[in-house]
Antibody, heavy 122, light 109 residues
Framework: EVHLVESGGDLVQPGRSLRLSCAASGFTFDDYVMHWVRQAPGKGLEWVSGISWNSRSIDYAESVVGRFTISRDNAKNALYLQMNSLRAEDTALYYC???????????????WGQGTLVTVSS | SSELTQVPAVSVALGQTVRITCQGGSLRKYYANWYQQKPGQAPLLVIY???SRPSGIPDRFSGSSSGNTASLTVTGTLAEDEADYYC????????????FGGGTKLTVL
């Protein structure tokens, strides 16, 4: 059974850093592209960042470019999000999600974790 | 980057049919995926690609697309279908970039 478990969320002051982790199990982790998606309180979903299976391709939402860094350790079945220079508007529940595809045609996020809460406040 | 536009809220009478729409330029190139989210829960994929349902999703959920508009239709809506629904599409700029619609709150009357 596929499991994605996020951790590392906390209350932090503006300008500080935080590192989120996502522990994956129940599937061959390095076969999949992985993503971070966030949801501010009472708001919608916002895609944050994605990373290819071999870490050679990475992309970020404009709102986090230059401040967040996504990475993965396939030996540990883990996905990470290093968040620097945090702002109040980064306050959100952060989900990790697995991307899959239907024989190379349709692409979608088939499994999500339960999220870890990041609160940026002084 | 691309944007996807959804109506913030729709309502439907119990047992009736409702369509939730999503508009955006990227939908001319990519199919939309649809996620259901209930309070306190992670998003759940309900429709992907042209019109496919993951295992366990009832066949009252269906998807369609025309031009720059994708639609999620719920036929014979049940009370348990009350939730937020989000469309999602790839961004034309990169295969790793994705975009979500703002979400539609479905209320079952």
């Amino acid at each position: 059974e596929v499991h994605l478990v996020e951790s590392g969320g906390d209350l932090v002051q503006p300008g500080r850093s935080l590192r989120l982790s996502c522990a994956a199990s129940g599937f061959t982790f390095d076969d999949y592209v992985m993503h971070w998606v966030r949801q501010a309180p009472g708001k919608g979903l916002e895609w944050v960042s994605g990373i290819s299976w071999n870490s050679r391709s990475i992309d970020y939402a404009e709102s986090v470019v230059g401040r967040f860094t996504i990475s993965r350790d396939n030996a540990k079945n883990a996905l990470y999000l290093q968040m620097n220079s945090l702002r109040a508007e980064d306050t959100a529940l952060y989900y990790c999600a697995r991307e899959t595809n239907d024989y190379g045609t349709s692409y979608y996020f088939d499994f999500w974790g339960q999220g870890t809460l990041v609160t940026v406040s002084s | 980057s691309s944007e996807l536009t959804q109506v913030p809220a729709v309502s439907v009478a119990l047992g009736q049919t409702v369509r939730i729409t999503c508009q955006g330029g990227s939908l001319r190139k990519y199919y939309a995926n649809w996620y259901q989210q209930k309070p306190g829960q992670a998003p759940l994929l309900v429709i992907y690609g042209k019109n496919s349902r993951p295992s366990g999703i009832p066949d009252r959920f269906s998807g369609s697309s025309s031009g720059n508009t994708a639609s999620l239709t719920v036929t014979g809506t049940l009370a348990e279908d009350e939730a937020d629904y989000y469309c999602q599409s790839r961004d034309s700029a990169s295969s790793l970039l994705w975009v979500f619609g703002g979400g539609t709150k479905l209320t079952v009357l």
